[in-house]
């Protein structure tokens, strides 16, 4: 294991991992015990999610809590060692310690306002997600959910398999900023539900490449249609470049609300 994360290799599912870390940011050491694992372990074995995978034995489950301590007292030294480090004024400066006190309580009051990250994340098996690839800066459909991980930063990450793309093209994504909920394909009956200013996932083509890119919508020219088929004209602008340019209700999919 690195010291900038932990990560679920092959012994446990995506959910599996998850249910873990809740339970040990809720319990910490205590699962340690040799009967919460063989708990665990069997609820994990008798799991529809375990159709076709090998059975769980308390002690994987022993040796992931283990790990998961490691990771815990590892990543408090270095952060003690990155406050002394980032901070060299901090004890000679009245106004820097305040003001780096007032941003930690910040952060940790809204950080309650959250959901645990662990359940925030157990959430993604039950809806269609999209991510944003780091090669190209384009939004493509998530078709499977290979392992996660905790980084040194406390941020979480999952391994996503893109609709339609080999293993070799899998991809780390950050579950805030990377991941989110499929976009919606723009109907001809709903075409009003597009208005300027609005985030919109457009598709664009040119002689390198045809992808899925973020936008803001700038104009709308509405016309009279039925709802089978639209001949407005809707201007965005890609995010990734600034470029504008016209493109039709078929070329859109607009975020869910």
Known sequence: METDEIENVSEFTLSEVLEMEH???KRGDELQQQEHCEE????????????GKSTVSWDQVHNWFLDRQTFAKVK??????????KLPIINSSPNALKKFVAKSEAWAEAEKLKKPKAQRVAELSDL???????????WFDVA?????????????????????????EDEWVNVRTQLRERS????????????????????????????????HVTKVERQMHDNENCTCTFVVRFQYDGVEMDVKCNEICRRPS
């Open 23 to 25: 339970l040990y940011k």
């Open 40 to 51: 665990l372990a069997t609820k994990f074995s008798r799991s529809d999610n375990r159709n």
């Open 76 to 85: 408090s030294k270095s952060l003690a060692d990155a406050v002394t480090k």
């Open 128 to 138: 269609m997600y999209e991510a944003i690839s780091s090669k190209d800066c384009a």
């Open 144 to 168: 499977q959910f290979m392992t996660f991980r905790i980084m040194h930063s406390g941020e979480l990450e999952v391994r996503v398999r893109f609709s339609g793309f080999s293993p070799d």
């Open 184 to 215: 919606i394909p723009l109907v001809a009956s709903e075409c009003d539900k597009v208005n300027i200013g609005d985030l919109v996932l457009c598709y664009r083509a040119n002689e390198d490449h045809a992808l899925y890119s973020d936008a």
